[in-house]
């Protein structure tokens, strides 16, 4: 049973549609809007993901320290947009998150803890800031960033709990962030 358990995970993965993330449409409540945004969407699902997977290979301090930062500047990006601050390039920083963070982890990169976390907050703000850039007007900002930040870390310790399975296989670290640096190549021409 265990071994079809990460298969079945990437299938579910791959095949949300990226029409799921655009939610606010209909009798969706705020919370409930926030937190499927970035379950939705392959590019928030693979690079939040591969924060906790990195935290967990990079270890002690880092196990907070990145989804820390990449939480906090999430809500600040989020913030930013609620407030009609422009951030040029958005779809391009969150591509560039996934091709990022997929080659930290199929490089298995080892940085300081102030560099890992600097760069998990810049790709944190990218992706906060799209969330508020679509929340729907009738929609509380409270509840809608709720939920997007509490599915976001969900999301960064299905990373962390990924890597202590992979820890036992390292090739499948590899294999998970070689998968994501595609991904985020593959983006970037859609």
């Known amino acids: 049973m265990k071994r079809y358990v990460l298969p079945a995970l990437v299938l579910a993965a791959l095949s949300s ?3 799921w993330a655009h939610t606010g449409h209909g009798a ?3 919370f409930v809007s926030g937190f499927a945004h ?3 969407g392959l590019d928030h699902v693979l690079a939040i993901t591969a924060v906790g997977l990195w935290a967990g290979s990079l270890g002690r301090r880092a196990i907070i320290g ?3 930062s990449f939480l906090g500047a ?3 990006g989020f913030w930013a947009a609620l407030i009609g601050s422009e951030l040029p390039m958005i779809e391009l920083g969150i591509t560039a998150s996934v091709l990022g963070l997929g080659l930290a982890v199929l490089l298995n990169l080892q940085p300081s803890l102030i560099l ?3 760069a998990c907050g810049i790709f944190g703000i990218f992706h906060g800031y799209a969330h508020g ?3 729907a007007p009738a929609v509380s900002a409270i509840d809608y960033g709720a939920g997007f930040l509490l599915a976001s870390a969900l999301l960064l310790g299905c990373g962390l709990g990924l890597q202590s399975t992979v820890r036992k296989v390292p090739a499948m670290s590899r294999i998970f962030g070689g998968g994501v640096a595609l991904a985020g190549m593959a983006l970037f021409f859609v």
């Open 38 to 40: 970035p379950l939705s």
């Open 17 to 19: 549609s990226e029409a």
């Open 28 to 30: 969706a409540t705020g």
């Open 116 to 118: 890992a976390a600097g």
């Open 66 to 68: 990145l989804p820390a």
């Open 74 to 76: 999430m809500a600040l």
């Open 133 to 135: 850039a679509e929340i």
